[in-house]
């Protein structure tokens, strides 16, 4: 049987695909020529995001999706909303860079949850956001070092960060398994697919036209705009968001040919819990915070609205995932919280799949294809917050203003090398990965 998460056809089963607010009514773009000032291709959050800016600002905006709102990596991801990337630490970005540039993409990921909440806030959008913070816990002792190195980093560019002990983590998490920490204050967790629907409402309601079922089969130059061209009609723009991400040409040739060969798509699991009783519920992760730990396999929860623990994992080989997850993580959870032996093996009613793009070394990448046309790519599995707070940046750096594209170090892409080893290369390095983590 075809794997549902793979069909581009139908929405992905999901806790989110089942406990989202409905999306707003959309339809394929309709046959014949169209125009507008800015295309956006894909409907996540980056895209929409980045629609949302303009039609805000009264200007023509359409965004064409291949398959619905939310469908790819912005609909199925975790819905941690963490300002911070996985390795890319923000000396490294200054580092990589440069200190004008890099300091600007610190900046931007310093406020990106803050600036997803605030969206939430002025959108009224009805996505299960629950600003309480973002933890991670140090797995062993030796793991606080880093901890230390990245509370001082990110405090000395302002952002809401505390350093934690054992003890102050255990009564953030309900339990000794960790050995300190640090917290960002402005993180959080949402129902992601909600707030992808929550964003094409708002970006409708400004005046954006956003159009499913509409997939972009090619992008040309068009005098001194851009033309692109679906199955129904086509577009002519002139300015470009090109918003596909881990999913560029993943399912379908991308509209920018060998942008995919610029990155990794990499397989994220996450699942769910049946609900967990609250007397139970009330000793595991008490203030509701959203967490994620050091280990490399990582360990990563937050509850939803109806008391189900969401979490996931990695697998190396990907056959009969659902049910060696199942037990995997069950066992996992088990270890850290003894007290859900109550329960025997956790129950899991949701388990389902997406990709990431990831980069070789965990940097995202800024691209200025063309003149009027942006992208960006590699958000290694923090794309929530980032990608969201990029929309607007994107936008206006599209629209050829100054200020955006000062703001961004837009380099050229760069291809990976040897992509399909890379690929295979990286799911067998989850078991040096694993190594590592019981180790100092």
């Given at each position: 049987?075809?794997?549902?998460?793979?069909?581009?056809?139908?929405?992905?089963?999901?806790?989110?695909?089942?406990?989202?607010?409905?999306?707003?009514?959309?339809?394929?773009?309709?046959?014949?020529?169209?125009r507008?000032?800015?295309?956006?291709?894909g409907?996540?959050?980056?895209?929409?995001?980045?629609?949302?800016?303009?039609?805000?600002?009264?200007?023509?905006?359409?965004?064409?999706?291949?398959?619905?709102?939310?469908?790819g990596?912005?609909?199925?991801?975790?819905?941690?909303?963490?300002?911070?990337?996985?390795?890319?630490?923000?000396?490294?970005?200054?580092?990589?860079?440069?200190?004008?540039?890099?300091?600007?993409?610190?900046?931007?990921?310093?406020?990106?949850?803050?600036f997803?909440?605030?969206?939430?806030?002025?959108?009224?959008?009805?996505?299960?956001?629950?600003?309480?913070?973002?933890?991670?816990?140090?797995?062993?002792?030796?793991?606080?070092?880093?901890?230390?190195?990245?509370?001082?980093?990110?405090?000395?560019?302002?952002?809401?960060?505390?350093?934690?002990?054992?003890?102050?983590?255990?009564?953030?998490?309900?339990?000794?398994?960790?050995?300190?920490?640090?917290?960002?204050?402005?993180?959080?967790?949402?129902?992601?697919?909600?707030?992808?629907?929550?964003?094409?409402?708002?970006?409708?309601?400004?005046?954006?036209?956003?159009?499913?079922?509409s997939?972009?089969?090619?992008?040309?130059?068009?005098?001194?705009?851009?033309?692109?061209?679906?199955?129904?009609?086509?577009?002519?723009?002139?300015?470009?968001?090109l918003?596909?991400?881990?999913?560029?040409?993943?399912?379908?040739?991308?509209?920018?040919?060998?942008?995919?060969?610029?990155?990794?798509?990499?397989?994220?699991?996450?699942?769910?819990t049946?609900?967990?009783?609250?007397?139970?519920?009330?000793?595991?992760?008490?203030?509701?915070?959203?967490?994620?730990?050091?280990?490399n396999?990582?360990?990563?929860?937050h509850?939803?609205a109806?008391?189900?623990?969401?979490t996931?994992?990695?697998?190396?080989?990907?056959?009969?995932?659902?049910?060696r997850?199942?037990?995997?993580?069950?066992?996992?959870?088990?270890?850290v919280?003894?007290?859900?032996?109550?329960?025997g093996?956790?129950?899991?009613?949701?388990?389902?799949?997406?990709?990431?793009?990831?980069?070789?070394?965990?940097?995202?990448?800024?691209?200025?294809?063309?003149?009027?046309?942006?992208?960006?790519?590699?958000?290694?599995?923090?794309g929530?917050?980032?990608?969201?707070?990029l929309?607007?940046v994107?936008?206006?750096?599209?629209?050829?203003?100054?200020?955006?594209?000062?703001?961004?170090?837009?380099?050229?892409?760069?291809?990976?090398?040897?992509?399909?080893?890379?690929?295979?290369?990286?799911?067998?390095?989850?078991?040096?990965?694993?190594?590592?983590?019981?180790?100092?």
């Open positions: 049987m075809p794997d549902p998460n793979r069909d581009p056809s139908r929405l992905p089963p999901s806790l989110w695909a089942e406990t989202a607010e409905p999306a707003p009514a959309t339809a394929p773009l309709p046959a014949g020529e169209h507008c000032d800015l295309l956006v291709i409907a996540g959050f980056t895209g929409l995001s980045a629609a949302l800016h303009a039609a805000r600002e009264g200007i023509p905006t359409m965004v064409l999706e291949a398959a619905e709102i939310g469908w990596a912005s609909g199925r991801n975790n819905g941690l909303a963490i300002p911070a990337l996985t390795r890319a630490d923000p000396d490294v970005l200054v580092a990589a860079f440069g200190p004008d540039k890099g300091e600007s993409v610190v900046s931007i990921l310093r406020d990106s949850a803050q997803l909440f605030d969206l939430v806030r002025a959108h009224d959008i009805r996505c299960e956001a629950r600003q309480t913070g973002w933890l991670q816990p140090a797995h062993r002792a030796s793991r606080m070092a880093l901890a230390r190195a990245r509370h001082a980093q990110w405090q000395r560019r302002g952002a809401p960060v505390d350093l934690l002990d054992r003890d102050q983590v255990e009564a953030l998490t309900g339990t000794r398994f960790w050995h300190g920490g640090w917290i960002n204050r402005s993180g959080g967790h949402i129902n992601p697919l909600g707030f992808a629907r929550g964003l094409a409402r708002a970006a409708i309601d400004a005046g954006a036209q956003v159009c499913t079922r997939p972009v089969t090619a992008l040309a130059r068009d005098g001194d705009g851009w033309r692109a061209t679906t199955p129904q009609g086509a577009v002519r723009a002139r300015a470009v968001v918003a596909t991400h881990g999913y560029t040409g993943l399912f379908a040739p991308s509209p920018w040919p060998d942008l995919a060969r610029t990155m990794v798509p990499t397989r994220s699991y996450q699942m769910a049946r609900p967990i009783p609250p007397a139970l519920r009330a000793g595991i992760l008490p203030t509701d915070v959203a967490m994620s730990d050091t280990h396999d990582l360990h990563f929860a509850w939803d109806e008391g189900r623990l969401v996931g994992g990695a697998l190396v080989i990907p056959l009969g995932y659902a049910h997850l199942r037990a995997r993580i069950s066992d996992r959870w088990l270890r919280y003894p007290q859900l032996a109550a329960l093996t956790l129950q899991f009613d949701h388990v389902w799949h997406g990709y990431f793009a990831s980069t070789p070394d965990r940097i995202p990448r800024f691209h200025r294809l063309a003149d009027g046309v942006v992208t960006w790519l590699g958000c290694n599995g923090r929530v917050a980032l990608g969201t707070a929309g607007p994107l936008a206006d750096a599209a629209l050829g203003r100054a200020e955006a594209l000062a703001r961004l170090p837009f380099e050229a892409p760069r291809p990976v090398a040897a992509q399909a080893a890379v690929k295979r290369l990286a799911m067998a390095a989850m078991l040096y990965y694993r190594w590592l983590d019981g180790r100092d």
